[in-house]
């Protein structure tokens, strides 16, 4: 055994410059935040000097990049003056109004003729949508007006003027009925409406006053600590024309109300337009349904009415209560210390260029687009110079729960009708992204107004707590760091905070994350019924046992775009071997299967090893060049089957993943649309899956990342992103002749004999002081900037 020498690593004293946040300011001043470790602590008083790489130079356009603010005002107008259109600001659901105009993006047939082959840049469209309820847009098919998709374009070309068409070859149908349309703040207005109209009547109002608290006086007031909401998705019963929707009413302080339940559920009728026409059709309270607010009422007021404990609201306004997320409780020893903080000593190893949002990092590259829908998709992901994908990016994410009550057992949000562009308000510097991160804004057009917000994402240069590679040899120890580089946005729909993160590493392995935080949807916990669907968490609260899927399209590109899918089964079997005739050796196979056509697959059913496989190119070895897809979750489908409150709206959630062959028209696995027309989706994905060859096509995987979140007690009062995670990560695999790290500088190699440690020229413990930016808190806002109205003005911050 021979002993490693000893390095005496001297550390660098950490200057912050007085222009740290006054938060960090308050908890300590500087010279209390670092003390002498040792002797061989010196303080310099020499500064590093990071130094900043140049613009990226991005080799082409970003043709995914959003329309600009000319192009939305062109298109806008051009609307304005094809259709009657009302202001959004103004609209009621008599009009018809403008909601989305946004890029229709490239199909791939030119954007590859453009990035490989030096064809023209891509016509540029708009795709938008505009709800049609005024009277001369409504007939018997659409008594109450309708949805209608439209592509504009092309646009700023001379001498063409762009052409208003029915977008339909995207989809299966372009206009979708008001009935299944989607929930837009007109819509919920009205029935929020409704319920106020309802609940303050005179004679249901005594009745809630007992059964939820005195605080129902106020509902619909800025005021009010209740809150009621009807579940997604709305249901629709074809055969009567009646849309209706089970709702319940929410104890609501400190913005907790999916926390503090009351057990008290509305089924309502809320067919057609007119608010005044909406009625309750039942109620339902321990177990009991009522069928009119009538029968509810007498019922309450019989001797043998059984009343529910409800919450005690006293403490909800304050930090005592269990719903108050923020610091609370003993500190714990050395806690009063700033956490470890990521610095990069010699400056920023990574480059992009803002404008194009293209960004390179150690022999990775790609383009970066934004949309109201999905939030970040990534295009053109090259590692060493070879496209690996055309396009990455998420297409959808249900969360569908289980329960006893009505409220639960309706519930399936599709959260890409929220938005996750939408809904990505600002990452907090220094918390939701490590110090060294660059922030990036973000802007988008709906209800007629421009918006803009800034931290949407992130991307910053991480250290992993491992190292990539290693090995201590009986000559030598050589370990290579394991920098990598990393994406981040995070979208809060309403209690949930969803934190998406595609991360690189040097060895062209790369992985898409999500994590969940936030309020859980709770339900009211009913100790007779509650036990198969949740825990008990608090006192009247059950964690509803809910799914978490959310999928993904991956246009994977494996050298070239003739691609086909296998899958090698690692399977035991038996052998006699020549050398050993007489025996039969239990041993061990692989065995590959070429998947031949369009198919949905089960990770369980796709062997040990799935791979994406170039049809034509093998490596030197005779292998195909290849990319493995390794998800380490279990299932990546959701759990109940043929739930009404999916519909045929979600196919791609019955299964882990699926195989298409590429084509222009299959774009996408859904839309801001489909959330609430379960039987006949505009985007249905099934329809992609029709059974085509996929052996050596340019094929799309559309993969799950699913949590089944089981909700206890270490989701209250928030879910923490530590363990509600899935990621899904895809690694060469043959695709090179060897792992592609070794050519990084990030990595030691140390001769024992000799005594020597080489560091690659890398200077591993600089002696100087860092300064540390200061955290930008300043940049950070809730709800972006809503601006210029009816026009396409960007602001100034
Ligand atoms: C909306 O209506 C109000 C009141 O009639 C009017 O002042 C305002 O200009 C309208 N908004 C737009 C964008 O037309
Ligand atoms: C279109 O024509 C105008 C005026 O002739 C010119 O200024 C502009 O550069 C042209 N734009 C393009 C995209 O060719
Ligand atoms: C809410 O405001 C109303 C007046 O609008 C007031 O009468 C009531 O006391 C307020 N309620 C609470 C809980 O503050
Ligand atoms: C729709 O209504 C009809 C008539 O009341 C009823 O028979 C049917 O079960 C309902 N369908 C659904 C999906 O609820
Ligand atoms: C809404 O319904 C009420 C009650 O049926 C009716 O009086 C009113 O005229 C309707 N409003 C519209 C705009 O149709
Ligand atoms: C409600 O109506 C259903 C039939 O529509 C009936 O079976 C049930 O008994 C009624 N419930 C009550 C409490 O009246
Ligand atoms: C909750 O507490 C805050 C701060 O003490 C106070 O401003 C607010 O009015 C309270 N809200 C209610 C509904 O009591
Ligand atoms: C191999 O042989 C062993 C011992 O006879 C047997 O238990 C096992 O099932 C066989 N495996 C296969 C794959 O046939
Ligand atoms: C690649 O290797 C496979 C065997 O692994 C072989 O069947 C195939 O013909 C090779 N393809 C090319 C293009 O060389
Ligand atoms: C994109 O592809 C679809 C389907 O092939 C086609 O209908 C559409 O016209 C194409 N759009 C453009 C701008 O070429
Ligand atoms: C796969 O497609 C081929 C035609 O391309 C067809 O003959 C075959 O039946 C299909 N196989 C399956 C399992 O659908
Ligand atoms: C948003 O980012 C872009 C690109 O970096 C920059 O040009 C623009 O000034 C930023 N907008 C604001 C309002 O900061
Ligand atoms: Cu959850």
Known sequence: MKFLGVLTLTLSAITLTDAISPRQAKAKSQDQLYTKRSESYIKRDTLCSPSFPKEAVPPKANIWADLDTVETKDVFDLLKNTYPLTPFENATLFDNYLMWIELLRPNKTSATDYLDNNGAVPDRYARASIFFGSEEYTSEEYPNGYWQELQIGPLGKNGTNPEVSELDWLYTKSKVAYEVGYKDPIRFDAVTDFYEREFLSEDLLPVLIDLVGEEIKWFGQDNSTVDCWGTDPLQFNKTTGRVTNWATIFINYQDAEDITPTGLFLNT?????????????????????????????????????????????????????????GQKGETRELDEKLAPIVVEPQGRRWKVNEEQRYFTWMDWEFYVAWSRDVGLTLYDLKFKGERIAFEIGLQEAIAEYAGDDPFQAH?????????????????????????????????????????????????????????????AASEYTGVTKNPTFNLRSITTIGNYDYNFLYKFYLDGTFEVSVRA????????????????FGY????????????????????????????????????????????????????????????????YLNWADAGGVLLIESADQNNTWGNPKAYRAIYGGGDARRIAQNSVTIGKNAEWASHDLIFTKQKDSELQSSHVLNANDLEDPIVDISKYVDGENLDGEDLVCWFNLALHHLPNTNDIPNT???????????????????????DTLQQMYYEYETSEWDFNGVDVNPQCDIEIEPLAFHDVNYYGVTVGKDTTNIPSP
């Open 269 to 325: 009728d809320i067919t057609g337009r007119n608010s005044s026409e909406f009625f309750i059709a039942k109620w339902v309270y321990n177990n009991i349904a009522y069928n009119s607010t009538e029968d509810f009422i007498k019922a309450y007021e019989s001797p043998d009415f059984v009343k529910l404990p409800t919450i005690d609201t006293s403490k909800l306004n304050s930090t005592d209560g269990f719903v108050y997320i």
């Open 411 to 471: 519930t399936a949000y599709f959260d890409r009708s929220y938005g996750f562009g939408n809904e990505a308000f600002g990452l907090i510097p220094g918390f939701d992204c490590p110090y060294n991160a660059e922030m990036f804004n973000t802007t988008w057009h709906s209800q007629g107004s421009n918006n803009y917000q800034n931290n949407s994402y992130c991307a910053f240069e991480f250290v992993e707590d491992y190292g990539l590679a290693r090995h």
């Open 517 to 532: 935080a936030g309020f859980i949807q709770g339900a009211y916990y009913n100790p007779d019924t509650g036990s198969p």
């Open 536 to 599: 008990r968490v608090n006192e009247v609260l059950s964690g509803s046992f809910h799914d978490h899927v959310l999928n993904f399209k991956a246009d994977f590109d494996i050298a070239g775009t003739s691609n086909k899918v296998s899958t090698t089964a690692l399977k035991p079997a038996n052998f006699t071997y020549p050398w050993d005739p007489e025996r039969v050796y239990s041993t061990k196979i692989k065995e590959r299967s070429v998947v031949q056509n369009e198919t």
């Open 720 to 742: 923490i992103f530590s363990t509600a995670e899935s990621g899904i990560v895809f690694t060469p695999f043959n695709y090179f002749d060897s792992e592609q790290s070794r």
